[in-house]
Structure formats: C-alpha cells, structure tokens
C-alpha cells in the first residue's frame, strides 16, 4: 500500500512512506525521516471510538447511494502534500466517514487539504529529506485558519482550466490570506528549489477539506444532502482551526492503492 506510517514522539508524528509495501499491512521504513511533521497543537478530546463508524449509515433517511459499493477510478499520480487540520470531537473525520457509509462509496483514507499535488521530480527519499526541513521554515506553525466560507459540491474534469483529475466530490471551502498565501510559496521554494523553475500555481490559493468523493458518472453526491451531514455537526461551520500537521503521501494509483 502506498500509504504512510505513523509514530508519535513528543511534538514530531513520524510517517513514512514505504514504496516497497503491498497489501494491507503498513509497516516503517527502517532509517528515513519523518514524513509527517505535526506543530504543537492542542484541541478538543477527539472520540477514540472507531466501532462507532458502523451506525453512520441510519443517521439520515433517504440518501441516494450506491446500491454497490463504489470505489473511486481515477489514477492518480506523483507525491503530494497535505495540509492536516486539528477537529473538534473528531468532526471532520466523522463526516467522512458517515458521508461514506451513507452513500456507499470509497472513505477518503484521510481528512486533508492539498498544497501540493503530483510531484514527480523527487523520489521518496528526496521529498522525505525536505520533509525535515519544514519546522525550519515554519518555527510558529502553518497560519491558523478561519472557520469555513462554503459548502460545495461539484464534478471535476481532467484537462479543464484548473483541475487535474475527474471526480465529482463535497468539501468544505476555506479562504486563503496572505499569510497563507507566503506559506504556500515557501513550500514550492523547498519542494521546487532544485528545478530549473518553479512551477505556476494558482492564485489565489483556494483551499478545501474534501469529505467525500465519488466518480463522475452516476455521481450520488448532493449539495442539499451534504448540508444535512454538515449540519449534524455544528463545529465543522462554526471553528477556527490550526493546523495539526503537513504530510507527504505517495498518491499514485487509485485512492485505494494509497
């Protein structure tokens, strides 16, 4: 599985990405360094209760859904960058993975935001290497957030101005400022130093936790539907939000090859 592995020490989580790991079980990479660089944060006591995601389904009547389980098509490809936000209670988790029992499709293995998506020049050792350097850069933590500006739902079409994969998702929309705006730019100066140039990015940065996805074709995902699960958790519209972490995800293949 190209998926990353956790280790807690004091304000550093370690996760390592293990491009030699299949299957199900996720294992460490003997020698490398941490993937996973997590700030000093604190924040409501988050339910440790993973058995409770079996009743996610009955919490709201007439959802359209899958009448097979779906997994999600698209491949995608390179290394990416998440920005990871601390929940309250765990709400944002949670919503995912109702969203996902509900609708019957694919859980997002992970609540995130994307800040750099595909990168393909640096391989694994290289990208955990500038991993290291992040607490350098960013000795206060990445820029709090305010609480979120929207709700959206909508379908994505690889080759259109702006998006580089097709799949229909629901997230919630932040806003960006310009010391989110800095931060972004330091990371593609870390990430991209090395090129010949950096690549452009869009701006402003439009950043978004994504809590549900699904294909394209024959999409269930509704913006009315998707209030609803927002709506059983009031936290989710109503709090600002440090950052918890940033970390390094191998995204090649399908999201379930993650």
Aim: proline content about 5%; hydrophobic content about 35%.
């Amino acid at each position: 599985m190209n998926m990353i592995e956790e280790n807690a020490m004091d304000c550093l989580l370690g996760q390592y990405i293990d491009e030699h790991c299949t299957g199900e079980q996720l294992r460490p990479v003997e020698g490398l360094v941490p993937g996973r660089i997590e700030s000093d944060v604190s924040s409501d006591e988050e339910s440790e209760d993973d058995d409770c995601y079996s009743l996610f389904g009955a919490e709201i009547e007439d959802v359209r859904r899958h009448v097979l389980p779906q997994s999600l098509a698209w491949k995608f490809h390179g290394l990416t960058l998440w920005v990871e936000l601390e929940e309250f209670d765990n709400d944002i988790t949670t919503t995912i993975h109702s969203m996902a029992a509900s609708h019957n499709i694919e859980v997002i293995p992970k609540s995130h935001m994307t800040a750099i998506y595909g990168m393909t020049h640096l391989s694994v050792d290289g990208a955990l290497s500038k991993m290291k350097q992040l607490h350098r850069l960013f000795p206060k933590g990445w820029p709090k957030f305010d609480r979120p500006v929207g709700i959206v739902t909508d379908l994505a079409v690889a080759g259109r101005p702006g998006q580089v994969c097709s799949i229909a998702w629901a997230e919630l929309t932040l806003s960006s400022n310009e010391d989110h705006e800095e931060a972004l730019d330091k990371l593609y100066e870390l990430f991209y130093g090395e090129e010949d140039s950096i690549p452009n990015r869009h701006r402003p940065w439009k950043p978004h936790n994504s809590i549900a996805y699904d294909n394209p074709e024959k999409n269930v995902l509704s913006l009315g539907e998707t209030f609803k699960f927002i709506s059983k958790r009031p936290t989710l519209l109503t709090k600002e939000r440090r950052v918890e972490a940033l970390s390094l995800w191998d995204t090649n293949g399908t999201m379930s090859e993650w």
